[in-house]
Nanobody
């Protein structure tokens, strides 16, 4: 079983930046595809970004050019650097991990609020 713990959320003004972190327990982090999803109030959870074990990155169109996903296998950590944040980015952000593209594991979420 893998446990994921996010951190780094908070309140930021539009145009600002935040960096989310997600630390994974266990010894299989390096073989997992890691990702970030988000869910705004009253909306379904949506895909944000994903990073494969071999470095392939994919992004939702809404965040391309503004968000960057990265990982440090030595620290069992995946990051999401978020720049030029917009009020529409306000959501709870969830870290995910999986042996395939479909997540097997989820974190508890971290709140990101962007004020206008």
């Amino acid at each position: 079983q893998v446990q994921l713990v996010e951190s780094g959320g908070g309140l930021v003004q539009a145009g600002g930046s935040l960096k989310l972190s997600c630390v994974a327990s266990g010894s299989i982090f390096s073989i997992l595809a890691m990702g970030w999803y988000r869910q705004a109030p009253g909306k379904q959870r949506e895909f944000v970004a994903r990073l494969s074990p071999d470095g392939l990155k994919t992004y939702a169109d809404s965040v391309k050019g503004r968000f960057t996903i990265s990982r440090d296998n030595a620290k069992n950590t995946v990051y999401l650097q978020m720049n030029n944040l917009k009020p529409g980015d306000t959501s709870v952000y969830y870290c995910s991990g999986g042996r395939t593209w479909s997540p097997d594991y989820w974190g508890q979420g971290t709140q990101v609020t962007v004020s206008s």
